[in-house]
C-alpha cells in the first residue's frame, strides 16, 4: 500500500497492477445487509476487509463471527464510530484497543488493518494504531454509498457509477454494509472482472508497521 492508500504490487514482475481492494466499512449490522455482500464475494471468489466498529459487534457477536467464517477479513474501525482525530490519548487508545481484544475474543485473529471513521486523525490515533499493528488507510476510491440514503430511485446503479468513474489501478474502494451496495455488488464485481480487474487478497498487503 503506498502513501494515497492504494495497493502497489510487491513484486512488478510477479502481480498485476490492475487491482481493487474491496472494503466495506462501518457493519456488523444486521444479517439481511451483511449476507448479500458476503454471497457477492463468494460468487467472484473476492476477499474484502469489513472494517468493522465495537458497538456494532456487542450488538451481533455472531455476524462478526460469520464473516470471519466466510473467510473475509476483519479490520478495526474503532468502538464507537467517533471523530478519533478530536480525541485525546486515552480516549482513542480505548477505542481502538477494545475493538482489538473483541475480534480476538471472538475469532482468535487479531485485526491488522485500521481506518479512523470520518478520515479522521492525528498523531495519537496513527501512534496507537502503530502500536496495535495496524496498518493505517483511509481510501482512494469512494463509492458514496453512505450518501444515497435520500436518493430514491437507482441506488445500486448510482454506487456502481460513482466506482467506476474514479476507478485507477491499485484503487482502495470504500463501500458500507447498506442494502443498495449489497444489491450493487454482484454487478459491480462484474464490469471490474470485464474490464480486467482483479481483486487483492488483504492476506497478501504487507502490514509493514514500522
Ligand atoms: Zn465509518
Redo the contacts with the bound molecule.
Keep these: 500500500m503506498n502513501k494515497a492508500y492504494n495497493i502497489v504490487p510487491i513484486d512488478k514482475t510477479k502481480s498485476p497492477d490492475k487491482v481493487v481492494l474491496l472494503t466495506f466499512?462501518?457493519g456488523p449490522k444486521e444479517e439481511a445487509t451483511l449476507k448479500p455482500l458476503l454471497d457477492a464475494l463468494d460468487k467472484h471468489h473476492a476477499k474484502a476487509i469489513f472494517f468493522v466498529n465495537g458497538y456494532r459487534i456487542k450488538a451481533h457477536p455472531e455476524l462478526l463471527k460469520e464473516i470471519d467464517a466466510r473467510g473475509q477479513i476483519i479490520g478495526n474501525?474503532s468502538y464507537d464510530?467517533i471523530m478519533l482525530g478530536k480525541e485525546k490519548e486515552p480516549k482513542i487508545r480505548d477505542q481502538i484497543e477494545r475493538v482489538q481484544s473483541q475480534v480476538k475474543e471472538l475469532t482468535g485473529k487479531t485485526p491488522e488493518f485500521f481506518r479512523p471513521?470520518f478520515a479522521s486523525s492525528n498523531d495519537a490515533v496513527r501512534n496507537v494504531s502503530k502500536e496495535n499493528g495496524l496498518l493505517f488507510m483511509t481510501w482512494s476510491n469512494g463509492s458514496l454509498d453512505w450518501d444515497l440514503g435520500k436518493k430514491v430511485t437507482n441506488k445500486p446503479q448510482a454506487v456502481i457509477d460513482n466506482v467506476m468513474k474514479q476507478l485507477h489501478p491499485g484503487a482502495n474502494i470504500l463501500m458500507h454494509e447498506l442494502p443498495w451496495t449489497g444489491e450493487a455488488l454482484d454487478s459491480l464485481l462484474t464490469q471490474l472482472e470485464a474490464k480486467g480487474y482483479s481483486f487483492v487478497d488483504p492476506n497478501t498487503i504487507e502490514v509493514n508497521v514500522k
Design positions: 466499512d462501518d474501525h464510530h471513521p
